[in-house]
């Protein structure tokens, strides 16, 4: 599976951004979708997930209420809608795809990141 996440940009704080991330290869219905974001000198955290139906998502408290996760399965396409941006809000976004949703180690496919920046 190879994903290629786009969609980042500056957005004032407040607005809206949506990530995509799409896959290539026909077994990418089968596999649970994170998004991971990462600030210099952080660890990589993940922010949202969804499992491969689509049924079950989880999010991190940072981002609850604000992000959606959803996928097209039909499209080889997860997205990551992000509303009401703050500024600790600003990171690299990555896309990764897994077997196991809640496991963080079981994201074996990255995407290539995409940049959100918040401006205050």
């Known amino acids: 599976v190879q994903l290629q996440a786009s969609g980042g940009g500056v957005v004032q704080a407040g607005g809206s951004l949506r990530l995509s991330c799409t896959a290539s290869?026909?077994?990418?219905?089968?596999?649970?979708v994170a998004w991971f974001r990462q600030t210099p000198g952080k660890e990589r955290a993940r922010v949202a997930s969804?499992?491969?139906?689509?049924?079950?998502?989880h999010y991190a408290d940072s981002v609850k209420g604000r992000f959606t996760i959803s996928r097209d399965n039909a499209k080889n396409t997860v997205y990551l809608q992000m509303n009401g941006l703050k500024p600790e809000d600003t990171a690299v976004y990555y896309c990764?795809?897994?077997?196991?949703?809640?496991?963080?180690?079981?994201?074996?496919?990255w995407g290539q990141g995409t940049l959100v920046t918040v401006s205050s």
């Open positions: 990764a795809a897994g077997l196991i949703m809640a496991s963080d180690k079981s994201y074996e496919f």
């Open positions: 969804i499992d491969w139906s689509g049924g079950n998502r």
């Open positions: 290869g026909s077994t990418f219905g089968s596999y649970a």
